[in-house]
């Protein structure tokens, strides 16, 4: 079992920035790749980055290329520096860890309870 918790979401306005934090405990952390993913209201919830056990891999949705960045340390925490905010960016933000790195929603086996991020235009 991986319990996880993030933190760091918030109101900001366009062009800000935000980092998120997402804190691992339980298992191993080094043992699982971790994701963000986002739903914003009525839609479906949506990859926007993955970072594999090493670090050594990272993936991207296309909307966030060059604006977001995904790390990780060796203290059980994965980040998601946010710059360049836009509105549509608006959604709640959850991090997630499985085995294997995966873009997909439905490959992760461990979800945390989620961060709103609003960005205001």
């Known amino acids: 079992q991986v319990q996880l918790v993030e933190s760091g979401g918030g109101l900001v306005q366009a062009g800000g920035s935000l980092r998120l934090s997402c804190a691992a405990s339980g298992r191993t952390f080094s043992y699982y790749a971790m994701g963000w993913f986002r739903q914003a209201p009525g839609k479906e919830r949506e990859f926007v980055a993955a970072i594999s056990r090493t670090g050594g891999t990272t993936y991207y949705t296309d909307s966030v290329k060059g604006r977001f960045t995904i790390s990780r340390d060796n203290a059980r925490t994965v980040y998601l520096q946010m710059n360049s905010l836009k509105p549509e960016d608006t959604a709640v933000y959850y991090c997630?860890?499985?085995?294997?790195?995966?873009?997909?929603?439905?490959?992760?086996?461990?979800w945390g309870q989620g961060t709103q991020v609003t960005v205001s235009s």
């Open positions: 997630a860890a499985r085995i294997v790195l995966s873009t997909r929603a439905h490959d992760y086996d461990y």
